[in-house]
């Protein structure tokens, strides 16, 4: 028996944990299970047949996260036979045998290197009544080739490599992630015009260190960009996704600060959609902890980049990460932190408490910080990070901004009657729309009409849709957002905005590995005059 109806799609559930590579491989795992004739199951739904958790390994939680998560969900799967449980990500590669060991209800472990083998597995665990587990040691299938189903219609990910070469002290992902294996150009711009023909707006182009792409490469098919003029094959990339018609914003993360170089700040100073936005890691201001974190840069070097990048992009908006409390840091080490970020002047950024992860370097290292030492210096630190981010979007009053309509952003949009966008250097706007707000009063819009006439208030009132670029002026700022409460100045339809309109989002169809079905076969797409058909 099981828990759908006979002939019945079989549902699943993807739950995402950690980073834009997560994100990004859970897109890959529900279009795996979608061709494989699986429906997505409403998020309401507390029984889906299938749910697959995408895990990290980062931070010192995951594994008590992960486990309490499949305990609650251990009568669930008692009431309904049939219902599967994978695990997947980088905690199921660290923790392999271990998961079912545990958790003796979980049906399906798989590793980072065999996403594709998902379906697999869940028919064979199906089939046999037993617990399957796969961990491979290296990628079997780039991610890139398998099918996908993608989150937004306005904005998509595309991976320009996978894994890392780097050895940072405090980072398990290389061992699990494995060795940095790229993609080539010509297929990378590929699924990007795929996506711009199904309406998608911005790209990010990710990958562990994108600004070391192409150093595998060698000689033999080595891309004809990366043989002249001592141009980086990731500065042409960048260069390249300007030449595609349609596509609107360029974005990338993450860079490493030892391999950042002028020609990438010039490709993004010199590309109209490449955006003025950089996320570069800090990690720490000290050089004696940037030595122990085994990062090959320091601050002298890190504080240059943030120079040259705003000469050449004065209005970039620079965002980090930082670590704070990592073993033998000491107060003078941590001061000089808060002076680095002082001097960066970031925009945001993602700051975390050391947390020791077993299997790397650091956990064993001399100098544990007592937790309430940690605490103290991190509370000083968002207070310092804070101060600054609202300074910095403070200037911004006052300013027009060209805004790119997100859905999810805001979480008090319906009750204030705003919307919510990035702008193109990634800072996150509220802005009206001309619905009723708290107070119950219409906001004015003056929205530009069908003749191109301001329109009155309220004129663009639900006809705004995720996707669409609106232009509106800054009226209010926060350490984490800006307000924009005035007339939008204008409002353009996309045909983001018209998939999301019908519910669509865009698939990249991959490669079919021989995978099995469930169910019915989905019908054939209707022809469309726009973005594909969902």
């Not at 990035?422 to 009063?441: E, I």
Request: proline share 6%.
């Amino acid at each position: 028996m099981t828990t759908a109806a006979a002939g019945s799609p079989r549902t699943y559930q993807v739950r995402t944990y950690g980073c834009q590579m997560n994100v990004h491989d859970s897109e890959r795992i529900s279009g795996l299970l979608e061709q494989a004739g699986y429906l997505r199951a409403a998020e309401a739904d507390d029984n889906p047949d299938v749910v697959v958790f995408n895990t990290c390994a980062v931070r010192e939680n995951a594994d008590n996260r992960l486990y309490g998560n499949l305990g609650h969900l251990r009568p669930v799967k008692d009431k309904h036979p049939g219902m599967q449980i994978a695990v997947g990500g980088c905690l199921a590669q660290k923790d392999r045998g271990d998961i079912v060991r545990k958790a003796p209800w979980v049906d399906v472990v798989f590793g980072t290197h065999n996403i594709g083998s998902l379906p697999v597995l869940l028919e064979r665990a199906r089939h046999n009544a037993t617990a399957e587990v796969e961990i491979l040691e290296s990628l079997d299938v780039f991610p890139s080739t398998l099918p996908t189903r993608r989150e937004s219609t306005y904005a998509g990910w595309v991976s320009i490599s996978v894994g890392c070469n780097n050895t940072c002290t405090f980072c398990i992902v290389p061992s699990l992630r494995g060795k940095e294996k790229d993609r080539r150009p010509g297929d990378i711009l590929s699924e990007v015009r795929a996506l711009v023909d199904e309406g998608v707006l911005e790209v990010t182009l990710l990958g562990q260190n994108v600004n070391s792409y192409g150093v595998a490469f060698g000689d033999a098919g080595e891309p004809n960009w990366k043989r002249g003029g001592g141009q980086s094959a990731f500065a042409e990339l960048l260069r390249a996704c300007g030449d595609i018609d349609g596509l609107e914003r360029v974005r990338f993360t993450s860079p490493h600060p030892k391999d950042f170089t002028d020609d990438v700040i010039a490709a993004m100073a010199e590309t109209p959609n490449v955006c003025p936005s950089l996320h570069m890691p800090l990690q720490s201001g000290s050089d004696d902890v940037l030595k122990a974190m085994r990062r090959s840069y320091r601050s002298e070097k890190y504080l240059g980049i943030i120079s040259k990048v705003r000469a050449a992009m004065p209005h970039a908006a620079i965002t980090t990460d930082i670590i704070v409390g990592f073993p033998g840091e000491t107060e003078a080490d941590f001061q000089r932190t808060l002076d680095v970020v002082r001097e960066s002047r970031f925009s945001s950024a993602f700051t975390f408490q050391y947390s020791k992860r077993p299997g790397t370097p650091a956990a064993t290292m001399d100098g544990q910080i007592p937790k309430q030492v940690v605490q103290e210096r991190y509370e000083r630190l968002i207070a310092t990070v804070e101060e600054i981010t609202w300074a910095e979007n403070k200037r911004l009053v006052g300013e027009t901004l060209e805004v790119l309509v997100a859905v999810g952003e805001g979480r008090k949009d319906e009750r204030t009657g705003r919307m919510s966008g990035r702008a193109r250097d990634g800072r996150l706007v509220h802005f009206a729309t001309g619905v009723a707000g708290a107070n119950g009063q219409l906001g004015a819009t003056g929205a530009a009409g069908a003749n191109g006439q301001p329109g009155g208030a309220g004129a663009l009132a639900g006809r705004i849709r995720p996707g669409d670029i609106v232009h509106t002026t800054v009226t209010y700022a926060a350490p984490h957002h800006l307000n924009a409460d005035g007339e939008p100045l204008s409002h353009r339809r996309t045909r983001a905005g018209d998939a999301a309109e019908a519910g669509r989002s865009p698939r990249t169809p991959g490669v079919l590995l021989g995978l099995p079905t469930i169910g019915a076969p989905a019908a054939a797409p209707a022809p469309t005059t726009g973005c594909a058909a969902h």
